[in-house]
């Protein structure tokens, strides 16, 4: 499985929205732009969310529980996406 693959997986798996997940597969992590300190990237670090949020739903300030797989699943499932 590619990382790509990984994050797309694991992101749904956890709650992230879909196009949170895929703004982080096809921009934030293709770009790199987490080692950017661009006005989204300064935002994002001081805000309180777990996850990287699309542009639209930062806007919106959308914002979702992501799922603690031992509290919610029972176990981790983190390995289970490689």
Known sequence: MTS?????AYG???GIPHCCVMFFV???DAQGMYK???PYVRALSAS???YVPCPEC??????VRIKDCIVDCGREC???FK
Do not use: C, P, Q, V
């Not at 790509?4 to 797309?8: A, D, K, L, P, S």
């Not at 930062?58 to 914002?63: E, I, N, R, S, W």
């Open 4 to 8: 790509r693959e990984y994050h797309i």
């Open 12 to 14: 749904l798996h956890s």
């Open 26 to 28: 096809n921009e934030w």
């Open 36 to 38: 950017a300190r661009s």
């Open 48 to 50: 309180e969310y777990d």
């Open 58 to 63: 930062f806007g919106t300030k959308t914002m």
């Open 78 to 80: 983190r390995e289970d």
